[in-house]
């Protein structure tokens, strides 16, 4: 039967593949001594989890949005808020993240999608300018400096989070979990009007479809999700900055999606995979690493359109002789 | 009070005229060439490092400032030439991808250059002076040429895009972006006419108001993303609309971080309302733009999006 | 006498001193097969615009089914029953054939907030949109991806997911521009079956099929409706003989 799956399998075999990797990275790194590579997986791991939630509205909704980053800052700032409030449960701070990045997302994206194109990319853009400067001028959480977190979250009263390989295996079963829950989501009725709203927006409203409702809520949707990557960040830190929700980050995002290939799932969380490992790479090697990434990103967007999935296709194309 | 409020009003126009200058240029790249460009704030902190070294070598802030000029618009031109140009058929997401990565080359390239600690830039000797405002309240005359300058150069740009040709195919190519390919070979090096002005203004920009802010490598970052509110509040693609929106959104954003807690001190507590008034200005010009765009989502001055 | 199912009257569209539509004014009975002709750049298009909710008018109302739906979108319109067709395809170039279709089932067959179950493990939006393909002649097709099919068959997916809106009025675009010509034929014997079931507004170029089908007539000259009639009655007018002066082929269909 003909249906989108045959066509996306390979892919969810890679994303097994990505995940199988990941789980024995801890076990490794201890082996070789280097039980740093465990804290730099678990960050690869919490971008992942961000650049799926982007994929989502980015690569299926047709949504360039240049302001991604501050739903990880809602997600920091949750853990930050509530701790010191005395409510250190994960699962509770990350309710309250996914509520407030919602809210946020409901009112600034109704606002956004009333535009198309540029305007859409500014306007996303301004608006988490606008929750960075609020952070940065909110003294109580130290403001431009940030904060220092007393300790990591529990879960269900236990301190799981405490050791390095625990922090890794919950941000593992998280990003699993999100990766799951987006893939049968894009499979779903929702994700067909989504997806194809972003084909032809005038042939969904031929044939009934008002595509504001649906990219307000994958706009939501996508918010909710990054914030637990945000949630995660401020974990694996142990520390909250208005730095997470700058435009740079966003930025960083975006960049993870095009390289990894967009509207794939797969590509998003290799794309972020690879970034971050480039990133810490290239720092570990020169303090002005960001010369040598800047020109990786400007050299993939002049020959490489749709990053390493279209340069993989492309190499493909050329051995199946075609 | 109301000598406070005047020498903010003209403070806040200060602002808005330097935000016009990066604004204009930026404007029409949307607005004609449906080009997304992250990296025209860093061609504005070049214009304040090319001052700040030219002051360095030769010491004249007329003959640095006439440097500059030449300086900014053939970064632009180099860069139109090796990048966007290959980048205008391209998705947003490309153009993205490419700009945001100049913006990590050049900034990176200016650290190296110059380190990361702000550099100043001395006012020259004849505008280094105030004059009487009102009362006891004087008005520095370095900020009233800013202003003086920004307005013959918005004067320049009207006169360029109200009478002269190239005004005319700006005009129809803001207004419907395939008439202009209509008109055939004169694209390319329009194109290219605009990518260039527009460096050249944005590095104009970053070099006058070197004197009044310091030179240092965020500059760029914090000038981009106003010029957006403004050119989404102006409408993409709108010179006049950018002018307009640059002096409301200055205006607000320097008379909101002054009188916002004082107003809310009438409401609140002085202490809650010094902390909200300084939370919430900074906000003000995107809940300005987010109440702009609920009205008129193509922006004040801009043509009407299609549905 | 009961009222038309689509009335349209003074309808205005202009652009700048382009006057693209002028003073439109039509009546469509519930059951007929009314064609549009006209020559090139008659603002034929423009105006199947206009009654699809794609473009508002300046002035005039549109009137479907006794209620004035001139200010609704085009999704409300066609959740109403008034689909249209398009000329230039806005297939979804990445879907199936069976997925271009099953999404228009779905449109129109419970919530599509619906984020878990797989929408393509649901029978009932297959079943549904395979009779449609089948109808189009389509069938043995679904598999394919839309933007990989011939011109034709873009010609009879387009025409099977309007027919899934399940429409009572259907705005049929030039639906055989570029078919071949078995593809055509297929295409007009539906148009045929059709009548009984839909009422249709038909704007096409091939005379032939115009003549063969339509009830009634209309044609537009430079946004103005010059003649409307019978077949009969509108081949027999000077005004439009004088219209397609000069385009052969057009007045050999008349001829």
Redesign the interface.
Known sequence: MSDLRPRLAPRLKLALVIFALLAVVPPIAQAIGEPFLIVVATRMMVFAIAALSLDLILGYGAMVSFGHAAYLGFGAYAVAILSRAGINDLLLQILAAMAAAALFAVVTGAISLRTRGVYFIMITLAFGQMAFFFFVSFSALGGDDGVALRARSTVLGIPLLQTTQGLFYVTLALLVAVFAGLYRLTLSRFGRVLTGTRESALRMQAIGFRPFPYQLTAYVIAACLCAIAGVMLANQAVYVSPAYMSWHRSGEMIVMLVLGGIGSLTGAMAGALITVGLEEGLARWSEHWRLGFGLILVLVALFSPGGLTGLLRRLNLIRGGK | MFNLFLLQLLNGAQFGILLFLVAAGLTLV?GIM???N?AHGVLYMVGGYVMAMMMGTTGNFWLSLALVLPVTLAVGLVLELL?FR??YD?????????T??????????V??FWGSAPLSVAMPEMLSGSVPLAGPMRYPVYRIAVIGVGLSVAIGLWFVIARTRVGMLLRAGAANRSMVSALGTDINRLFMLVFAAGAMLAGFAGAIVSPILSVDPGMG?SIL?LT??V??IGG?GSVKGAFYAALLVGIVDTLGRMFGPILLRLVMEPAAAA?AG??I???LV??L??AV??WR??GLFGRK?S? | MSQPLLRVEGLSKAYGALKVTQNVSLDVDEGQLHAIIGPNGAGKTTLIAQLSGQLRPDSGTVVYAGEDVTRLDMASRVQKGLARSFQITTLLAGFTALENVALAVQARAGSSFRFFRPAATEQALNDEAMQYLADVGLAGREGRVAGSLSHGEKRQLEMAVALATQPRLLLLDEPLAGTGHEEAAQLIALFDTLKSRVTMVLIEHDMNAVFALADRVSVLVYGQIVASGTPAEVRADAKVRAAYLGEEEVSDALG
Do not use: C, N, W
């Open positions: 949307f449906d080009f997304i992250i990048v290959r980048l391209r998705s947003h997401l490309d153009q993205v991808l490419a945001f990565g100049l913006v990590l080359v050049l900034s990176e390239l650290k190296i970052d993303i957006f509110v050119i989404v993409v902390q300084r939370t200005a900074p906000m995107y809940i733009m987010a765009l609920f989502p193509a999006v549905q």
